[in-house]
């Protein structure tokens, strides 16, 4: 295709003559149906919805009629007679429907010149590669009697992305697993207690709601919702709430927990306690599960939420925890990244040491079940054009640079920051567990909708169910079975 022109530039009335002809070939994207949806609002299932498509008339998805209309739009707009022309009137008829891949001409033709207003009649045809037309029909526009030439503008780059679509697919997987029985911890006000009885109604949870009942019925009130059947089991305060929530899990009455509206230290001082806890001889740690609209899969971090500053034998674990994670979602060898500030060891940045030893454990099978590579920057670790421009594609282990699933992150401060940035400026939706312990525990924040907590438990009840809640120190790649959840 030739590069359109630097600038646009009109044919004035007078210019004109019967009979001139202008026209422009654009290929219709799947995209460009979502931007013509999203922009008129139109989301007839016959142009969206695959299943539908597939059932009505025209067996498959088609483009809205108006598409093919707008550019015939475009034509008269920059081309003939170009900027400055006013649309008076347009009739269509649609022959035949345009599907994702035809290449759609769309022409239009002076018919006719009136002196009056300088008011053009012009016949209108889209037509696919073939030659056959699709649509026809009439404009009348008022031509522009004065010569206009402008920079052409150019168009703003647009990324596409259904927000939720994601978690609801893994909802949707959980929902075949019976429910597991959750001890949703301390939730004591509308957003979190809603959440919780949101996720029981989508079938992955049974809750048991541990907390002051007082409170957690007040709750129940502002958040108009029903605790008819709901089981509740009477706290004084947060940390009494979370210590008997522990204790739940420790005796196998729940198999998850859940935090409510409290502080995440207020949890995890209970869980973390040796004797008393929900400790075994794995490292408890949090990963995240991101949405980013600009990536092309699921994204993992860890950890930014439990370890403030891991030892080498602690990143070995909280790797492994995240690469089973991934391995019960559906992932069949996950792609580890040990991020650091470059991408060659130096003795000087001890993150690099870190990341040199965790891959060399993961050849010698201390860790398992995943591919690990680092050190890494961010940027190598997800970008494919960075990794190439700096020669990370190539060469033995190079599978994890500009594909990573898991980003591992130094310590908690770098690992809390890259998350909060994902999610403020990267526009990235966040579930997580802590893993590790005897049971998971769905750490939410306070300002989560009730869709993302619904989320979280959708991992956990995924984890519990195909995963288990305990796994062994390096555990065997044959234990995990693969569900497609994430695929």
């Not at 646009?8 to 995209?31: C, P």
């Not at 649509?135 to 647009?158: D, F, S």
């Not at 500009?402 to 130094?410: C, E, M, Q, R, S």
Request: contains cysteine.
């Amino acid at each position: 295709m030739a590069e359109a022109p630097a600038f646009f530039e009109n044919r004035t009335f007078a210019e004109i003559r019967v009979g001139d002809t202008a026209s422009l070939t654009r290929t219709l994207r799947a995209q460009d149906i979502r931007l013509f949806a999203a922009a008129s609002g139109d989301v007839n299932p016959a142009h969206l919805d695959r299943d539908y498509a597939a059932t009505d008339r025209f067996h498959g998805v088609i483009a809205h009629g108006f598409w093919g209309g707008s550019l015939i739009s475009a034509v008269l707009g920059t081309e003939l007679p170009g900027p400055g022309t006013v649309y008076v009137a347009q009739s269509l008829r649609f022959l035949s429907p345009v599907r994702i891949g035809d290449a759609i001409t769309a022409r239009v033709t002076v018919r006719e010149k009136h002196e009056d207003r300088a008011r053009l009649v012009l016949d209108c045809a889209c037509l696919d590669a073939t030659g056959e037309l699709v649509i026809t029909g009439q404009a009348e526009v008022l031509a522009p009697t004065e010569k206009i030439r402008r920079p052409r503008v150019l168009l703003p780059e647009i990324y596409l992305h259904e927000r939720g679509a994601v978690w609801r697919k893994l909802v949707e997987a959980a929902r075949a697993l019976p429910p597991i029985r959750t001890a949703v911890v301390h939730p004591c006000n509308a957003l979190s207690l809603a959440g919780a009885l949101a996720a029981a109604r989508a079938g992955l949870i049974v809750p048991v709601l541990v907390g002051p009942q007082a409170k957690i019925v007040a709750a129940a009130r502002a958040a108009g919702e029903s605790l008819d059947g709901v089981a509740i089991v009477d706290a004084p305060h947060s940390h009494a709430a979370a210590e008997q929530a522990v204790a739940l899990a420790r005796a196998g009455a729940v198999a998850a927990l859940m935090k409510g509206a409290l502080h995440t230290d207020e949890i995890l001082s209970p869980a973390l306690v040796k004797a008393t806890g929900l400790r075994t001889e794995r490292r408890m740690s949090h990963v995240y599960a991101f949405d980013v609209p600009h990536y092309r899969k699921h994204l993992f971090l860890t950890d930014a939420a439990v370890n403030i500053a891991p030892t080498l034998e602690e990143k070995r674990e909280i790797v492994q925890n995240a690469i089973d994670l991934c391995r019960t979602l559906g992932i069949a060898e996950p792609r580890a990244a040990i991020l650091s500030a470059v991408e060659t060891v130096a003795t000087k940045l001890g993150s690099t040491l870190d990341a040199a030893a965790l891959c060399k454990m993961a050849e010698r099978g201390q860790i398992t079940c995943g591919c690990v590579d680092g050190p890494l920057a961010f940027d190598t670790a997800v970008s494919r054009e960075a990794a190439r421009a700096k020669g990370l594609d190539k060469g033995l282990g190079r599978a994890v640079a500009g594909d990573a699933d898991i980003l591992v992150t130094p310590d908690l401060v770098s690992g809390n920051m890259l998350a909060k940035q994902l999610i403020h400026l990267a526009g990235a939706e966040a579930a997580g567990l802590i893993l590790g312990g005897r049971v998971p525990i769905v750490l939410t924040s306070r300002a989560d909708s009730a869709e993302m907590r619904a989320a979280s438990c959708a991992l956990a009840q995924l984890f519990v169910h195909r995963g288990g809640s305990v796994a062994p120190a390096a555990s065997p790649c044959a234990g995990a079975q693969q569900t497609g959840a994430l695929a």
